[in-house]
């Protein structure tokens, strides 16, 4: 089983649609969660980091469920722009370093 | 820009021979990491060091790689004797302790 787990999608939808991905971890003890986001042969970049108590940044919506063990991430009114693939990322499994556990990404298609 | 570069941006070179790549994190940043990246999946984490030392390595991390950061500046990769398996996208990231973790846009490496 993988340390974390996405749905490879591809996710299609129209713009302005809502859409959803989920994912979980294997690793109880992981400290920090966020999601990156990856665009076609580039460098994945932080989107936004998750918080317990759940974060809103604009568009985006994060969610952690500890108990068990799962993220979210909800993006409102799609843009063509939001087309990339979504990385759930974990720290671990050591919480040495700061190291990262990534997903295999959630792929977004946003077609007009 | 002052965003973490590496050299070179792509590398092809053929089975059996050595390859070096060379990560440039953003100054002040005292971690550097390296990781992997292959087509469909998530990047997996091979290395990290604070300042000069290395401090973990992943299992991925196999005898023919090594990873040096002689003056807690810029960081190496070297993979010896390549393999056809070693091809990928070799991402490097820095961070300041336990801060967020930004990327370079990666070496991609073929290995014919």
Redesign the interface.
Known sequence: RKEVEQDPGPFNVPEGATVAFNCTYSNSASQSFFWYRQDCRKEPKLLMSVYSSGNEDGRFTAQLNRASQYISLLIRDSKLSDSATYLCVVNGPTNAGNMLTFGGGTRLMVKP | DTGVSQNPRHKITKRGQNVTFRCDPISEHN?L?W?RQTL??????LT?F?NEAQ??KSRLLSDRFSAERPKGSFSTLEIQRTEQGDSAMY?CAS?L??????????TRLTVL
Do not use: I, K, M, N
């Not at chain 2, 302790?97 to 990666?106: A, E, M």
């Open positions: 971690r990491y990781y469909g999946q998530g990047p997996e984490f990290y604070q401090l973990e991402l961070s302790v336990t801060d967020t973790q930004y990327f370079g846009p990666g």
